[in-house]
């Protein structure tokens, strides 16, 4: 189960269609949502369109020296979903992931799954909740500036 279909989403599943692996990603909007809710309209990318890839997908156009508009980020990301055949369920939105001792309890407002690994890729600007437990975990057992 892959948490997400963003860039990093996306380029897990491709990387596990690619072995046979059996996955699905659950986004909690559209493929793409944070870039299609979470951006400013004015953006553009910072990088030139020849260095977009994704595994197996590249920029194809006919600028290659220029920079991504929001809609063409957008659109990048969804004619790679289409390409790859990305097992997306949208608006399924991840509430708890559990461990239960062979494997994960996925609960999504629509329904349970139970998986036996899971790829967090819901991006670098969500908000962690850490167990209580962490409290009591030493610092020399954590990575500087985690706390």
Excluded: K
Aim: charged fraction near 25%; hydrophobic fraction near 35%.
């Amino acid at each position: 189960m892959i948490v997400g279909a963003g860039h990093a989403g996306l380029a897990m599943s491709r990387c596990l269609a690619e072995r046979s692996i059996d996955h699905v990603l659950l986004e909690r909007g559209e493929i793409a949502n944070s870039w299609r809710t979470e951006r400013w309209d004015s953006l553009r990318l910072l990088t030139p369109n020849w260095q977009s890839r994704l595994p197996g997908f590249r920029y194809d156009g006919d600028d290659p020296d220029g920079y991504r508009t929001l809609p063409e980020v957008i659109d990048f990301l969804g004619s790679y979903a289409r390409a790859i055949s990305a097992p997306v369920e949208t608006h399924t939105t991840v509430t708890s992931v559990r461990g239960d001792g062979t494997g994960y309890l996925v609960r999504t407002d629509r329904g349970e799954w139970r998986c036996r690994t899971v790829v967090l890729a819901s991006g670098a600007c969500n908000i962690a909740r850490l167990p209580d437990f962490a409290a009591r975990v030493p610092p020399s057992a954590t990575w500087p500036g985690l706390r």
